[in-house]
């Protein structure tokens, strides 16, 4: 019985080790736990991100291409553009020149600009939090499209000195409680 417990315990223990990640952010060792059914996607969602990068052209000062290193991009289903998370950091030329709240602020305005271009409309909303001690803004995107309404959150924050973003595509209030608590149970060392 005793011999049975502990094979046990070392299968939880292996699990949960397993199931963390450790991402280094310059020189900071991000911790972060998918969610559990969600897989790593080898592909990255190439195409996702490069229609994102260029539906964001933009006239302001904003440099929405810098330097970018792709942590992770995690999926619920293959090929299936919903309930994915995305992850990678940058260079702080954008906090650095507008200070964060502004950032986040000037980010949001191209938002609005683009979406109204493509007669898209939205809801967009912004919220400063602390994940693990860490100032963050949440910028919030409902997104009515005749083919699917879905949730969009971007997770801003300046850690190690770098721009760290996590950006969420939602569309059902299960996965978005999942991939939301997966990304407030982070831990910064």
Same mark, same amino acid.
């Given at each position: 019985?005793?011999? =049975?417990? #502990?094979?046990?315990?070392?299968?939880?223990?292996?699990?949960?080790?397993?199931?963390?990640?450790?991402?280094?952010?310059?020189? &900071?060792?991000?911790?972060?736990?998918?969610?559990?059914?969600?897989?790593?996607?080898?592909?990255?969602?190439?195409?996702?991100?490069?229609?994102?990068?260029?539906?964001? =052209?933009?006239?302001?000062? #904003?440099?929405?291409?810098?330097? @970018?290193? #792709?942590?992770?991009?995690?999926?619920?289903?293959?090929?299936?553009?919903?309930? *994915?998370?995305?992850?990678?950091?940058?260079?702080?030329?954008?906090?650095?020149?507008?200070?964060?709240? @502004?950032? *986040?602020?000037? #980010?949001?305005?191209?938002?609005?600009?683009?979406?109204?271009?493509? $007669?898209?409309?939205?809801?967009?909303?912004?919220?400063?939090?602390?994940?693990?001690?860490?100032v963050f803004y949440v910028i919030k995107n409902i997104i009515s499209n005749p083919e699917?309404?879905?949730?969009?959150?971007?997770?801003?924050? $300046?850690?190690?000195?770098?721009?760290?973003?996590?950006?969420? &595509? *939602?569309?059902?209030? *299960?996965?978005?409680?999942?991939?939301?608590?997966?990304?407030?149970?982070?831990?910064?060392?």
């Amino acid at each position: 019985m005793k011999k =049975n417990i #502990l094979i046990i315990s070392l299968f939880l223990i292996a699990n949960s080790i397993f199931a963390q990640k450790v991402y280094k952010v310059n020189s &900071v060792s991000w911790i972060y736990e998918k969610p559990e059914k969600y897989f790593y996607q080898t592909d990255n969602f190439s195409e996702i991100v490069n229609l994102g990068e260029s539906l964001l =052209n933009n006239e302001k000062n #904003l440099n929405l291409n810098p330097d @970018e290193d #792709l942590l992770f991009s995690i999926t619920k289903e293959e090929n299936i553009n919903f309930n *994915i998370i995305i992850s990678s950091y940058l260079s702080n030329n954008n906090i650095k020149t507008f200070g964060l709240d @502004e950032y *986040i602020t000037e #980010l949001i305005n191209v938002f609005k600009e683009k979406y109204k271009e493509l $007669e898209t409309p939205i809801n967009i909303t912004k919220e400063k939090i602390q994940i693990d001690g860490k100032v963050f803004y949440v910028i919030k995107n409902i997104i009515s499209n005749p083919e699917k309404n879905y949730t969009t959150y971007m997770y801003i924050g $300046e850690i190690g000195n770098k721009e760290l973003q996590i950006t969420t &595509v *939602i569309d059902n209030p *299960i996965d978005e409680k999942l991939i939301t608590q997966s990304i407030l149970n982070s831990k910064f060392k």
